[in-house]
């Protein structure tokens, strides 16, 4: 809500001690924020005068066009300063606006002055004379959109040489306000003069602009039939006739409204929005003539059409609010009117409707038909029910007073305002909340301030005024005397909770994860969880990979990635190739984040909010959710060791995908075993399967060469995946200390050559259990493939550390181990000793 | 070779004469003595002390003298063998020294060579910042709280009295997912977690809840249609809005320093009443130079989140007894507070994992 400071102070007085400073910041901290202090001739320096038009003589130019060669009287001093005009009487200019003749007021701009945009004014030839300035249009001020003329001033308005500024509200200081949604009240100049009246200490004298005589009701009135009084509880109408459409609009309504951010557009429905702002109710004005037969307000017929004022057809809805006549529908009740019934420039009788509106209706239409409106933005939050005659009255005032009209004797007003609630509430109830020590006297007075009917002592019964429809509950009337005593006399007390438990289990494993991952050279990444299709095909994935299963966003902000991502390696990829771009070849990035598995599910029900759901029905809530598994995803690419002074570099590997799982399963006392895998997006051969015992917990590998190019990656990256939750679920918890013998070790190596297809893991696990109890660790210490094993062979070596926990090994002992580890290792992998 | 000489006559034995010891003792003194390194040395140890150097050779005959002279040359030669092996073993220790001085220096390497061999890791800003704020509450005794994203419409709206035609659902850009009917949204806030926390237990409850929230905002500087909110919630006996101040003020001079604190302004949220906007003090400036401060852009306050009142509408959904409870609840962006306390003007840099920018802050924030 933007206007000026001026405008506010018509309606309330401000001690003059109290600067613009001083007076916002007494709003702001009652709840009506400063958005900012703009002043509409910021921007413009320098001369900028009223001039009286001497002379202009029309001059046609070859190119068509004709222009004016004026003389303008500046006054004596500019006259001299820049006189070039006849007799040293005014100053030269050549003008290209027609709207104006010789003894008109203008506003002038001097050379040396600089009008918004910086655009700079000197004496310059042009047209074949010298032009000593310009005279100005509103446009060229920074006051609206209007380049269709110069500016006129009214005749009497000032003398010529005398700064045109305060004429034209160029000086105005104009305050911008952060209305927030329950205070509707304050989108007008009548609430805001209240809000300084009850923030402001010293103001007073507040002066009502919707307190005015009006004339009764009665029975000669255009006829209005309201057929649904829920929706439309008043609706009044009276009628301008004889007016005068070609009227200008005042400057001081013209100014206003401008400074509101709203566009003069004619005398009538400038006037409209003028009350509009003025009393907070909205209005809106029909050509009287070209209404057919009476009003009638109803709901819409399922299909009914409209054609909006913005030119747009509606199909409306059975909820929808609308008005009528006898030619069908003509507008969006309280939302927007229709264009049969439009005012325009032929309009000489004016029919002004002032009508109240069901809130939650107006709210439903407007997002409906996706209309917003200052109308309809102050319909939707509630206005002041019984104010609608005096709005009606106060326009009628203004469309006659300026555009020379009559108002006719009949006023029709049906409905009446409905009733304000009481609320009851204890009056202790603001300080018990606050923690401040309000009185009952003092909390008393702060609704009244407002404008509350309050009875009773200890507990109140409060009766908000017609204007605040936020007020229905006993926090509301609690914050209305908060706010009023002020937010900034609460004291500051700490609270004493009571002994926590601190962080989660979970959560310190969380924590234990990230510094794992941080520790063994992966940097953490956020990204956003949005996928779609081309981000799953560049992954690989199987037409019925269950990853393609997405939830889907109606409302995704980007078309291409509609979904909510099933795995975290596409961002991780995307993230690996930004980097790679920006000249980081060695990436090694990991995130942990939920992902999000849809499955099959009822609706979440819209529970009730006046009691605690169910169990069972907070079950279905929880049942209505896709699952939201957190993920560990990791991307290596480039060298995972750098080359330098002590040699080469080791690029990154399969392994250190697998490795990274490992880690971090380490990390929550959890060991990972491998089995090959074949699985998008990884390379078929160089994919682990990662299990915790029988429990598939994720994959990695070496990526697939197809999509390190799809995601422009180097070839031979590395990635992985990891269900967290199932590892986080497992972490060990309360491990038994270990212990360890004493006695001598005995170590055994073994080379088995095996098939090149057997995996090393299960002939390690042969010589494990083979070994028996005696074997301590067993390590995989070399692969060797070639000649001397044979095509399709290789040969694994293993170190066998043998220990026993009470007593020395006897000679012969370990190596009998070994030869039964031999051996089952022989029946179960084909395993032969080298 | 030892045993009785019976070839020669006994006390013509020369080696065993005083003044050859003597010449054997000082000859190998001198050897040792001029041994410069470990290699020579143990050359003269096999000449002079070994089995077949003469003073060993001499030992030998002492067994051929007759008993009366055996005392005196064996006096003789042990001595003399005595003072060599003491020689011997002093210039061992000389060496030995001089050797390892020697090896030190030549081991010498240039220090200030690079040693990054391995990859460093790091963990995410936003991440830090969540773990730091967490042990702030923590410390006071909080819990944290946590919750689903993909969230259920009425937990992230209905409950916290944001009713179907509530102006204020508007205010939030939702993301909704299909199908419509299903009422299923990506959380607009962490307060689900607040009401889920409500929901399954019992007062006094202290917890705060961070975490990833979602709006359609575009993409740009100060936008992100994902970011990062931590709330605050208190249900207890007696809680007033001083309380509330008092645990923003605490969570303020914890974050940006101390006698940093905040100020309550009104506003509006639906799960709240009363509702004020909170700003904290510049944590730059203190409010005492901000006409050039950057930081507050001349304000002296930071807006920082909201807060207010739990409304005795969603205690009641979320089955607490308002006449016996009250509470208050908060929220704030941790990438806002981020931003200014790290002085970033642009977001996007925390959700583009450009890795230089992470590991900047490396594991500490």
Known sequence: ?834 | MSGPNTEYDPVEVTPLKADEVEAMREAAVAAIAAATDLESLKVVRLEHVGDRSPLALANREIGALPPQARKDAGQRVGQARGAVNKALAQRQVELEAEHEERMLVEETVDVTLPTNRARRGSRHPITLQSELIADIFVAMGWEIAEGPVVEAEWLNFDALNLGPDHPARTMQDTFWTEPADHHVVLRTQTSPVQARTMLTRRPPIYVACPGRVFRTDEYDATHSPMFHQVEGLVVDEGITMAHLKGSLDHLASQLFGDGIDTRFRPSYFPFTEPSAEVDVRCFVCRGLDSASCRTCRGEGWIEWGGCGVVNPRVLVACGVDPETYSGFAFGMGIDRSFMFRHDLEDLRPLFEGDVRFSSAFGSEI
């Open chain 1, 1 to 834: 809500m933007k206007t000026p400071l001026s405008w506010i102070t018509e309606y309330v007085d401000v001690p003059d001690h109290v600067t613009t400073e001083e007076l916002t910041a007494r709003l702001t901290m009652t709840g009506l924020k400063l958005e900012g202090i703009h002043s509409p001739g910021a921007e413009i320096a320098g001369p900028l005068v009223v001039g009286r038009v001497l002379t202009m003589e029309p001059e046609p130019q070859k190119n068509g066009k004709t222009i004016n060669w004026c003389t303008v009287d500046v006054g004596p001093e500019l006259n001299a300063a820049h006189g070039t005009g006849e007799a040293g009487r005014g100053v030269g200019i050549v003008c290209g606006a027609h709207n104006f003749a010789p003894g008109d007021l203008v506003a002038v701009v001097l050379p040396g002055g600089v009008l918004p945009g910086g655009f700079e004014i000197s004496a310059r030839k042009t047209y074949g004379h010298v032009s000593s300035g310009m005279i100005c249009s509103a446009a060229e001020l920074g006051l609206g959109e209007d380049h269709d003329g110069i500016i006129v001033l009214p005749s009497g308005s000032g003398e010529p040489g005398q700064d045109v500024r305060p004429l034209l509200g160029l000086d105005e200081e104009i305050i911008e306000f952060e209305v927030n949604p329950d205070r509707a009240y304050a989108l007008s100049l009548r609430g805001i003069a209240r809000e300084v009246l009850v923030s402001v200490p010293g103001a007073t004298g507040f002066r009502d602009p919707a307190i005015r005589d009006t004339p009764e009701a009665n029975d000669e009135g255009h006829p209005v039939v309201v057929e649904d009084p829920v929706g439309c509880p008043v609706f009044v109408a009276r009628t301008v006739t004889g007016f005068d459409p070609s009227a200008p609009t005042p400057e001081f309504i013209a100014q206003r409204i401008t400074a509101a951010g709203m566009r003069p557009i004619s005398l009538a429905v400038d006037v409209t929005n003028y009350v509009m702002l003025e009393t907070g109710r909205p209005i809106h004005g029909y050509d009287a003539d070209r209404l057919q037969g009476p009003i009638v307000v109803r709901r819409a017929r399922a299909g009914e059409r409209l054609t909006t004022l913005d030119g747009t057809a509606r199909t409306l809805s059975e909820e929808d609010l609308v008005v009528t006549d006898d030619s069908g529908i003509i507008g969006l009740g309280g939302v927007m009117g229709g264009e049969t019934t439009e005012m325009s420039a032929t309009t000489t009788r004016v029919l002004v409707e002032a009508a109240h509106w069901d809130a939650t209706a107006m709210f439903r239409t407007g997002r409906r038909h996706k209309i917003t409106s200052e109308a309809g933005k102050r319909n939707e939050r509630g206005v002041d029910a019984t104010i609608c005659e005096a709005a009606a009255d106060r326009v009628v005032e203004l469309l006659t007073t300026y555009g020379g009209g009559q108002a006719e004797p009949g006023v029709t007003v049906v409905g009446t305002p409905p009733p304000m609630p009481v609320i009851t509430v204890a009056a202790d109830r603001a300080a018990r909340v606050s923690g401040l020590d309000i009185s009952e006297e003092r909390a008393v007075e702060a609704l009244r301030a407002v404008g509350c009917e309050v009875s009773g002592t200890g507990t109140l019964h409060v009766v908000p005024p017609p204007w605040r429809h936020d007020l229905t509950d006993p926090q509301d009337t609690t914050e209305e005397v908060v706010r009023l005593v002020g937010y900034d006399t609460i004291p500051s007390v700490l609270p004493k909770a009571p002994g926590g438990r601190g962080l989660t289990r979970s959560q310190l494993l969380r924590r234990r994860i990230g510094r794992t991952m941080a520790g063994a050279g992966y940097v953490e990444v956020v990204t956003f969880p949005f996928v779609g299709e081309a981000d799953l095909d560049a992954l690989g994935l199987d037409e019925d990979d269950p990853r393609r299963t997405t939830l889907r966003l109606s409302n995704p902000l980007n078309s291409e990635t509609p979904g909510m991502t099933t795995t975290l390696l596409p961002a991780l990829l995307r993230t690996a190739a930004r980097n790679v771009g920006l000249g980081t070849t060695s990436v090694a990035i990991f995130e942990a984040a939920p992902v999000t598995l849809p499955r099959a599910t009822a609706p979440a029900p819209i529970l009730p909010v006046d009691r605690r759901p169910t169990d069972a029905e907070l079950d279905a809530l929880t049942k209505a959710l896709p699952d939201q598994p957190l993920h560990l995803g990791v991307v290596a690419t480039g060298e995972a060791e750098s080359a330098g002074w002590w040699g080469d570099g080791r690029p990154v590997a399969w392994s250190d995908a697998v490795d990274a799982a490992r880690v971090v399963a380490e990390a929550l006392g959890l060991e990972l075993t491998t089995r090959p895998a074949d699985t998008a997006p990884w390379h078929p051969g160089r994919c682990a399967a990662l299990l915790l015992g029988d429990v598939l917990v994720g994959h990695a590998g070496e990526l697939h060469p197809r999509v390190c190019s799809a995601f422009g990656i180097p070839p031979r990256s590395v990635a992985a995946e990891v269900d967290l939750d199932v590892l986080l679920e497992h972490a060990v918890h309360l491990r038994p200390s270990p212990s360890f013998s004493t006695y001598p070790v005995a170590k055994e190596d073994v080379a088995l050559v095996v098939d090149e297809h057997v995996p090393a893991a299960d002939v390690e696990a042969a010589l494990r259990e083979g070994a028996g109890e005696l074997l301590e660790s067993i390590r995989l210490f070399d692969v060797y493939t070639g000649e001397q094993v044979g095509e399709g062979k290789k040969s694994l070596a293993f170190a066998l550390r043998f220990r026993a926990p009470d007593r020395t090994l006897k000679e012969g002992e370990a190596s009998a181990a070994r030869d039964a580890a031999v051996r089952l290792a022989a029946e179960r992998t084909g395993a032969v000793q080298r």
